[in-house]
């Protein structure tokens, strides 16, 4: 059972517009939202995260907004620039009552920002 | 924040071989380590994780084992490779709670 799904497998934008990733997720436990972005054959590098408490969290050009009724997040980015395009993840974690802090990811989502 | 080392890079192995990834941490102490595996046009899946020296969780049953000998040492460990073996192995590592920073990976090649 996939808990944390991310929908559409790629996305095309133009350089300086906006670019608008998706993620939807299941389980009510999660507390916690991360984005990472990946370059091929590199690791995750982490990008913003957001708490339930929150709806919005921004950083410089990147805002992640959280719809808790909805169990959906998105990760905006303006405006987009070639070197943005990558796979970017989705991920989350929720209060277990333990301390390992596991993230649930997403299958990803590549982005192409075309100059 | 913490850096994560991780060896080799890409590894070319026979089936039935040994396999021993290290991944090292610099940067904090006590953190927890994990490792997960991406295969092709997947996510990541996390494999094992652990909260301290000598405790290993095991997420999947699997051909595969993990150690962590040392508060910044975990181990990646096979003693036959398996032709499903084959993928991009990450380690991670978290100290400040939520957010897990990553190595830049070892992509395994069993063949």
């Known amino acids: 059972d996939q808990q944390v799904k991310q929908n559409s497998p790629s996305l095309s934008v133009q350089e300086g517009r906006i670019s608008i990733l998706n993620c939807d997720y299941t389980n009510s436990m999660f507390d916690y939202f991360l984005w990472y972005k990946k370059y091929p054959a590199e690791g995750p590098t982490f990008l913003i995260s957001i708490s339930s408490i929150k709806d919005k969290n921004e950083d410089g050009r990147f805002t992640v907004f959280l719809n808790k009724s909805a169990k959906h997040l998105s990760l905006h980015i303006v405006p987009s620039q070639p070197g943005d395009s990558a796979v970017y993840f989705c991920?989350?974690?929720?209060?277990?009552?333990?301390?390992?802090?596991?993230?649930?990811f997403g299958k990803g989502t590549l982005l192409t920002v075309n100059p | 924040s913490q850096t994560i080392h991780q060896w080799p890079a890409t590894l070319v192995q026979p089936v039935g071989s040994p396999l021993s990834l290290e991944c090292t941490v610099e940067g904090t102490s006590n953190p927890n380590l994990y490792w997960y595996r991406q295969a092709a046009g997947r996510g990541l899946q996390l494999l094992f994780y652990?909260?301290?020296?000598?405790?290993i969780s095991s997420e999947v049953p699997q051909n595969l084992s993990a150690s962590r000998p040392q508060d910044r040492q975990f181990i990646l460990s096979s003693k036959k490779l398996l032709l499903s073996d084959s993928g991009f192995y990450l380690c991670a590592g978290s100290s400040a709670k939520n957010i897990q920073y990553f190595g830049a990976g070892t992509r395994l090649s069993v063949l």
């Open positions: 652990s909260v301290g020296i000598g405790q």
């Open positions: 991920a989350a974690t929720g209060d277990s009552g333990g301390s390992n802090y596991k993230l649930t």
